[in-house]
């Protein structure tokens, strides 16, 4: 169940109306002593024990300096953890990620782990890395030995390839890498993934579409991963970071570009907080999480609303510097509006950028959902 909090509603009285234990409750929602609540707050409640049906694979992606309580709690609802990231240099030398404590919670806690590889320049996506890579066999060929290389010593089940704003010239080359990578790491059993940015059309303008060829890319690899959030984003106009009616749009190109059985659909574990009035090339958005979002409502005494178009919670408040703020988040409503997406398009799962902020209740929505795959 997904409750709604009203005025003058407690734990106490939420709980005797479903029946549940106030303290499962509040831990199910992250709510600390004394139990304070959130007038439109969504809350968890689990009323029922029954085992989903429908079976999906997941997984989310971790910085290495991810806190233990978010990396031990969500992995448990992961088939795997894609190590963020690995990069590599302009002669195809793999760099290594000090990730130790990923690939330990991995095997604790029976997930794949999966490498993630960035063309990576001073902490920017470099569209000079790719081009080197995709126009040089040789420099193919170096990056692929030292993956394999890697991958055997360190564990790795797959990897996934996460190259943004890829120049319109090197579209088809990429796509050759893309089929030599999965022709070098098929006889050792890896899976290759790709991520990709979130079309509507095949000619769509803009760097971060141009290179993107969605049919041969998800041809030549095991399945694709489509970023289907980032609409509010830190330097964009204060909006839903996933509105539903944006993400359908990519949803049903892609569809007829990629067979289903090989999507993850996108899913934003995070939100922002944009100072207002917004203006282009100035304002910045705080990147924030769900618990986040709530303790804000709660210091300013303002409650959470939501957008029905979006599908979408929000908060507004001002600070004490009276700087008037909009907080666009996720809650279980937003989440629930995702997985039926999932559900829907007959998807193979979902993906989460990214595991760094917990979201009890989230990962205890998706486990009622779905079964692992």
Same mark, same amino acid.
């Given at each position: ?50 085992? %989903? ?17 978010? &990396? ?20 195809? +030398? ?23 590889? *960035?063309? /990576? !320049? ?18 193919? $060929? ?24 890829? &120049?319109?010239? !090197? ?9 030599? &990578? ?36 998800? $041809? ?35 569809? *007829? ?17 944009? %100072? ?6 100035? *304002?910045?958005? $705080?990147?924030?999480?769900? *618990? ?21 919670? /929000? ?23 995702? /997985? ?13 950028? +990214? ?16 079964? &692992?795959?």
């Amino acid at each position: 169940m997904i409750h709604v909090v009203s005025e003058g509603e407690t734990i106490d009285t939420i709980a005797n109306r479903y029946g549940v234990s106030p303290y499962d409750l509040a831990y199910d929602n992250q709510i600390e002593y004394p139990y304070p609540l959130v007038i439109g707050q969504a809350l968890w409640v689990q009323v029922a024990d029954d085992t %989903p049906t429908v079976e999906k694979q997941f997984f989310g992606y971790a910085y290495p300096f991810i806190t233990e309580q978010a &990396l031990y709690g969500s992995l448990p609802y992961m088939d795997s953890l894609y190590h963020f990231s690995y990069g590599y240099n302009e002669a195809g +030398n793999l760099s290594l990620l000090a990730d130790d404590n990923l690939f330990q919670a991995a095997v604790e806690e029976n997930a794949a782990s999966v490498l993630v590889l *960035t063309p /990576f !320049d001073n902490g920017r996506f470099s569209n000079q890395l790719v081009n080197v890579l995709v126009e040089n066999t040789s420099v193919q $060929e170096t990056l692929v030995n030292d993956l394999i290389a890697v991958m055997g010593e360190r564990g790795f089940e797959g990897v996934n390839v996460d190259f943004e704003y890829i &120049l319109a010239e !090197d579209k088809q080359n990429y796509v050759n890498f893309l089929q030599y &990578l999965k022709g070098r790491m098929e006889p050792y059993g890896y899976q290759v993934t790709v991520a990709l940015p979130p079309k509507i059309a095949d000619d769509q303008p803009g760097l971060l579409y141009e290179g993107m060829d969605y049919a041969g890319i998800a $041809e030549a690899v095991d399945a694709v991963f489509l970023m289907t959030y980032e609409w509010g984003y830190t330097y964009g106009p204060n909006m839903a970071v996933a509105p539903i009616p944006s993400v359908r749009r990519v949803l049903d190109y892609a569809v *007829t570009r990629i067979p289903r059985d090989k999507i993850y659909m996108g899913l934003p574990n995070y939100g922002y907080d944009w %100072p207002l009035p917004y203006e282009r090339g100035v *304002t910045k958005a $705080e990147t924030l999480g769900y *618990t986040t979002a709530i303790a804000r409502a709660l210091e300013y005494g303002v409650p959470v609303q939501y957008d029905e178009v979006s599908e979408a919670p /929000f908060i507004r408040y001002r600070n004490i510097d009276g700087v008037e703020h909009e907080i666009w988040f996720e809650d279980v409503r937003s989440m629930n509006a995702k /997985f039926n997406l999932i559900e829907e398009y007959g998807f193979l799962g979902g993906g989460y950028w +990214n595991l760094q902020r917990y979201f009890r209740a989230n990962w205890l929505l998706q486990a009622n959902r779905f079964l &692992l795959g």
